[in-house]
């Protein structure tokens, strides 16, 4: 099997693809800067000869680990709203100089290079579900743009590799996912969720719950992600997300069934430029990889929650 380097590997989906690729024989390269990923995903593949980690930041430079490689997959960012609207410039830095980083290592060792973009490249969308081919609707200015941003030009960095050095660049738009690993301030809708009820806090929805969002358990976002590495269709972006469509009030309120808890719901103002509807349409995903979610929300979130009740102690 051909050695692999991730970037962000450390992270909460990069230390589940290492799990996935080592079980298939894959020696894996894992950098990360642990800025929001952690040592503690990652303990249990320390033992493992196939498995090495650098603790290094992707802007500083990677070019010169030591390969061959015969994939190169790019995950590192911030990319819960409360992380990267705290390093924005950071977040930023990551997406532009850290991408073409990346991209150098693909071009030194003539590797796959996969990019882990996201829907929050459509920004707050105007076509409902998103289709890969649907260019955005995107506040350059904004708060969440520091991260929107960084995902686009890092799409366009991609592409332009792939023009001009002839490099096997694959786009992946990751929606919604959630699952074991996810931090207890991650900031995101499930953890946030999971860890107030656990806790018998009130549980704090933005605006009125209304708007909408499609959760993908991480087990099925990896095998997407795994399929789109051995895919034959460089320079073309899929989404890989969940298209059950709900709103973040129905979500709150089956965290409250499933964790027994006793918690209200209360109400805080929405956050600027926070995307009303949110929804893969997956087709190309289905037609070029063979590839849907088979993990069923309820199912994911009992192991998401018996997860966290250990993290918390409960």
Partial sequence: MPATLITGGGGFIGS???????????????????????????????????????????????????????????????????????????????GSIGTHKALDVAVKNKAVFLMASTSEIYGDPEIHPQQESYWGNVNTIGPRSC??????????????????????????????TYGPRMRINDGRAVANFICQALKG???????????????????????GIVRMM??????????????????????????????????????????????KKRKPDISRARVSLGWEPKIGLEEGLKQTIAYFKTELGV
Avoid: W
């Avoid at 500083?60 to 790019?74: N, Q, V, W």
């Avoid at 549980?203 to 990896?222: A, E, N, P, W």
């Avoid at 460089?234 to 890989?240: D, E, S």
């Avoid at 129905?250 to 209200?264: E, M, N, P, Q, W």
């Fill in 230 to 275: 051995k895919s034959g269709s460089p320079g073309v972006p899929v989404n890989l997300g969940n298209p059950v469509e709900m709103t973040i009030l129905t979500l709150a309120g089956l965290v409250i069934k499933l964790t027994g808890s006793k918690s209200r719901i209360i109400h805080s103002p929405l956050p600027v430029d926070d995307p």
């Fill in 147 to 176: 991260y929107d941003e960084a995902k686009r030009y890092a799409e366009a960095a991609t592409m332009a590799y792939h023009r001009a050095l002839g490099v096997d660049a694959r786009i992946i738009r990751i929606f919604n």
């Fill in 201 to 223: 806090e009130d549980i704090t929805v933005y605006g009125d719950g209304s708007q909408t969002r499609s959760f993908c358990f991480v087990s099925d976002l990896v095998d």
């Fill in 16 to 94: 589940h693809i290492c799990d996935r690729l080592l079980s298939e024989g894959h020696k894996i390269t894992c950098v990360d800067n642990l800025v929001t990923g952690s040592r503690k995903n990652i303990r249990h593949l320390t033992a493992n000869a196939g498995f090495r980690f650098l603790e290094r930041d992707v802007v500083a430079g990677i070019e010169d680990i030591e390969g061959p490689f015969g994939y190169t997959l790019h995950f590192a960012s911030p990319a819960s709203p409360p992380d990267y609207l705290r390093i924005p410039i950071e977040t930023l830095l990551v």
